[in-house]
T-cell receptor, first 114, second 111 residues
């Protein structure tokens, strides 16, 4: 399967710990997005990359959050000093600009902070 | 903030057409209407998009009113596997605007 892959699928961590998630986009997709989704809500945009450049960050992305896409392929999202409010599903999506019109989403990483 | 309004939930009998409405009264001339759906515990899945003409693909049909202030997603023969949250999104097709999701419509297909 050559869809968007996210790892891990589930993560349980203690409050105050750091966590890192990985996203592998569809090959040759130059645009990569991160979203966060809490129960009962639609996905909320966090940030996106064009190749290795981070082009936009939402105000939801506090200074405890950092995202990278060092070689324009896979991306990582790190959360430092996790809080219970960080518990959510973290979704990654990729698309190809300008040809592609739709974004393809991964299965997400479900984070639980205890 | 999302620029669309959708009913929070709908039911549909299996085998019947599911018609999901969406209001987007403030849509701009260069904004497209997109539909995605999210099946439980999965990431959102693209369904269809359109500008002003009606569109059809293997999954669904999209009917956009002439004034473009509302649209309807039609699943012609709903199955139990179509049970999901359906999101209607308007966005400019410039490649620089991320998808902005609202709360969507939770469609329950009933046997």
């Amino acid at each position: 399967d050559t869809g968007v892959s996210q790892d891990p699928r589930h993560k349980i961590t203690k409050r105050g710990q750091n966590v890192t998630f990985r996203c592998d986009p569809i090959s040759e997709h130059n645009r990569l997005y991160w979203y966060r989704q809490t129960l009962g809500q639609g996905p909320e945009f966090l940030t996106y990359f064009q190749n290795e450049a981070q082009l936009e960050k939402s105000r939801l992305l506090s200074d405890r959050f950092s995202a990278e896409r060092p070689k324009g392929s896979f991306s990582t999202l790190e959360i430092q000093r996790t809080e219970q409010g960080d518990s959510a599903m973290y979704l990654c999506a990729s698309s190809r600009i300008p040809q592609g019109k739709e974004a393809f989403f991964g299965q997400g990483t479900r984070l639980t902070v205890v | 903030d999302a620029k669309t309004t959708q009913p929070p939930s709908m039911d549909c009998a299996e085998g019947r057409a599911a018609n999901l409405p969406c209001n987007h009264s403030t849509i701009s001339g260069n904004e497209y209407v997109y539909w995605y759906r999210q099946i439980h515990s999965q990431g959102p899945q693209y369904i269809i998009h359109g500008l002003k003409n009606n569109e059809t693909n293997e999954m669904a049909s999209l009917i956009i009113t002439e004034d473009r202030k509302s649209s309807t997603l039609i699943l012609p023969h709903a199955t139990l596997r179509d049970t999901a949250v359906y999101y209607c999104i308007v966005r400019v097709l410039d490649g620089n605007t991320p998808l902005v999701f609202g709360k969507g419509t939770r469609l329950s297909v009933i046997a």
